[in-house]
């Protein structure tokens, strides 16, 4: 199946910093990536699709100006946790849809988020 | 709206043991159903899907079939082995403004033990 990498795949950071998670399709160009939340024992939320060369669509609830997402290239997709706080922290799960196959989608391996 | 809902867990069982996970589904329309694995500490990989009625999905020993009559694709194993304790989550996708987001259920664990 089609791979997908996250990058970094721990982090921990202090309060009021901001975070990068890298998101990549590495076999297949993704128009569109996702991005979730999950936390401990929970089901996924999705967070935003993030569309190549256009601005992401969040969901709502989800602060805009908070999680910053960046689709620049049809492989790459980031989100940076902007002055991150504790109740930021979380497990942050990417997908890609495969163009070829638009029904189906290929998740990272996710990155967990710890702030201190 | 779309949802779904699948069995609470956790599932614990014994090693070869036969393994059944329900799963039901709302949806308007016509989705493409999945199950999805989470094994501690990693993403979801996919495990099987199925995108039309009475389709079986297969994979690793689990399938699944997509009954369209009773709105469930419940997921099933003959013999669980221990390297199968994970999380599974059902899903459905449907397209929505030229995009298929999917909808998850909350997950079931499963516990195998030797």
């Known amino acids: 199946g089609a791979v997908v990498s996250q990058h970094p795949s721990r982090v921990i950071c202090k309060s009021g910093t901001s975070v990068k998670i890298e998101c990549r399709s590495l076999?297949?160009?993704?128009?569109?990536m996702f991005w979730y939340r999950q936390f401990p024992k929970q089901s996924l939320m999705l967070m935003a699709t993030?569309?190549?060369?256009?601005?992401?669509?969040?969901e709502q609830g989800v602060e805009k100006d908070k999680f910053l997402i960046n689709h620049a290239s049809l492989t790459l997709s980031t989100l940076t946790v902007t002055s991150a706080h504790p109740e930021d922290s979380s497990f942050y799960i990417c997908?890609?849809?495969?163009?070829?196959?638009?029904?189906?989608?290929?998740f990272g391996p996710g990155t967990r988020l710890t702030v201190l | 709206g779309n949802s779904v809902t699948q069995m609470e867990g956790p599932v614990t069982l014994s090693e070869e043991a036969f393994l059944t996970i329900n799963c039901t589904y709302t949806?308007?329309?016509?989705?493409?159903l999945f199950w999805y694995v989470q094994y501690p500490g990693e993403g979801l990989q996919l495990l099987l899907k199925?995108?039309?009625?009475?389709d079986k999905g297969s994979n690793k020993g689990f399938e699944a079939t997509y009954r369209k009559e009773t709105t469930s694709f419940h997921l099933e194993k003959g013999s669980v082995q221990v390297s199968d304790s994970a999380v599974y989550f059902c899903?459905?996708?449907?397209?929505?403004?030229?995009?298929?987001?999917?909808?998850f259920g909350r997950g079931t664990s499963l516990i195998v033990h030797p």
């Open positions: 997908s890609a849809r495969d163009p070829g196959r638009t029904d189906t989608q290929y």
């Open positions: 076999d297949f160009q993704a128009t569109t």
């Open positions: 993030s569309n190549e060369g256009s601005k992401a669509t969040y």
């Open positions: 949806a308007t329309g016509y989705p493409s």
């Open positions: 199925a995108t039309k009625a009475d």
């Open positions: 899903a459905l996708s449907l397209p929505s403004g030229g995009s298929y987001i999917p909808t």
